[in-house]
């Protein structure tokens, strides 16, 4: 019997990370507050009916430029290593690993966020991620960021669940005819059913929402300091299949899920394959 995959996607900001990872060094960086950075994408996303992951990249670009703070791909990279994790982050994927490898499945870890890939690939959890989709910005001649490369909204989000579906991973100009060329269910990479998401509120919801649809399961975790009002909202509106605290480590309630869920479908795959 081939080996299943179960492929586990996260979002990253306050699913994984507990606040915007701009929020970390970037924003301070520029010397400005959370809300008043964020309150001027907000403004300009209202005057511009501009989609909001453009505006907060355009801003990105516009005040490093106007506070003379040089931003580039290392610098980025950098404020990685300054991001701060739920309880139970850094030690997650190698235990899930572990267990997959001990029922017999292989578990694969992807992220698929609206924040910044730059970042991410600094984080010190990066080596776990297969791959990693995210927002990207093209750099000047100086290094520094330019301007908005690769835009990930919520909806956009979608597409990225499909490549790991067909095992079209990589994104270039031959991808988009492979990715929408029609591939028997049986020969995809990843079938929806051996799929995870988690994520923590509505810019997840096209994905949470479709990976259910499909027959795979999805997760809504939240801050146990801020409550669970609204992945409670997502659960009873049929939107996820759990909800669970945003706390990774070893016995939690989102590590009795994941096992569960890796365990049925292992049981799953086994049976399909008399």
Known sequence: MKQPIVAI???FDKTLCTKDMQEYAFIPALGMSSSAFWGEVNAMTDAEEMDNILAYMYKMVEKAKEKKVPITRDTFQEMGSKVEYFDG???WFERINAYGEKVGVRVEHYIVSSGIKEII???EIARFFKKIYACEFMYDYNGSIQWPKFAVNYTAKTQFLF??????LTIDSKSADKLN???????????????IYIGDGLTD????KLVKSYGGQSIAVFDQEKGKDAAEALKVANRVNFIAAADYGTGSDIEIIVQAIIKKIQAVEEMQSY
């Open 163 to 168: 490549r790991i579906n067909k095992g079209v």
């Open 9 to 11: 996607m996260y979002d």
């Open 205 to 208: 919801v096209p994905c949470m």
């Open 89 to 91: 982050v850094k030690t």
């Open 121 to 123: 690939e600094g984080t």
């Open 181 to 195: 060329r029609f591939t028997p269910e049986n020969e995809r990479r990843v079938p929806f059913r051996n799929m």
